[in-house]
């Protein structure tokens, strides 16, 4: 699967027309770990690209294990990173259930 990540009133957020999400931002965290995802692709503020799954994928350069659930979303962590971040209810318009690992790759947008 695949969003397009971009900054909004310097928060870290993303449009998906097909699943209804306007503005959905990341937060609790989830903020702080694109930060450091993103370090290397010039003008990420603008969008890039952010592939994930469930399963690891050729190329991913972030696992996530999950921790536990809280407030309706769930807490995910990086240990390349040493940081937890809460990813909102959004995350069942792309899982059924609660994936136990995550797989993410940033990348620059090519036109």
């Known amino acids: 699967m695949v969003i397009h990540p971009y900054k909004y009133d310097e928060m870290w957020v ?19 770990i694109i930060d450091r995802m993103v370090v290397k692709i010039p003008n990420a503020e603008a969008g890039f690209s952010l592939l994930f799954s469930a399963q690891p994928f050729p190329g991913y350069q972030a696992k996530f294990d999950w921790r536990r659930e809280e407030y309706g979303g769930n807490w995910y962590y990086n240990a390349e990173f040493d940081l937890e971040g809460w990813l909102c209810p959004a995350l069942f318009k792309y899982f059924d259930q609660v994936p136990q690992e995550l797989y993410a790759q940033c990348k620059a947008i090519t036109a």
């Open 14 to 32: 993303f449009d998906d027309d097909k699943v209804g999400l306007l503005r959905e931002p990341f937060v609790a965290g989830a903020d702080r």
